[in-house]
């Protein structure tokens, strides 16, 4: 049967939202190759009611399409963003959904669009994994 979908475009890239302020993944946790910064434009749920897109750098493994996004930064961004629009939504739990593309997002910034102008740009992610660090630098990748 096959798993249900959210946007328009086909599943891209592992996610992993790392949170762990004093390790920033500068290696790939699949492959152990360095990580890349880039930009990318994270598609996200706020409860209840919010979606947003973010613009957003992550660290990315361009060999095994892994994207790490720091908990920490995101939270504080969200934070910035409902203080001003809506206090009642800070502290909301949340959901990266996947990303968008920037073209779409860029002329979002000149010219608000709605949802149904936003979805078919959307790619949510292959897989959401998990990654536990031990000591001395070790972690393992789990899904």
Request: glycine letters at 4%.
């Amino acid at each position: 049967m096959a798993k249900p979908r959210f946007g328009g475009l086909p599943p891209r890239y592992t996610f992993f939202l790392n949170p762990y302020t004093d390790y920033r993944f500068t290696r790939c946790p699949n492959c152990d190759q360095p990580t890349r910064l880039r930009k990318f434009v994270l598609f996200i749920h706020v409860d209840p009611d919010h979606l947003l897109s973010m613009g957003k750098t992550c660290r990315f493994c361009p060999k095994c399409e892994w994207l790490i996004a720091h908990q920490d930064e995101v939270e504080s961004e969200l934070a910035i963003l409902f203080n001003r629009l809506d206090p009642k939504a800070l502290g909301n739990d949340y959901l990266i959904i996947g990303t968008v593309e920037r073209k779409v997002w860029r002329e979002g910034l000149r010219r608000p669009k709605i949802i149904n102008e936003i979805l078919p740009h959307v790619a949510d992610f292959k897989e959401v994994r998990r990654v536990e660090v031990r000591p001395a630098g070790w972690y393992s990748a789990e899904k």
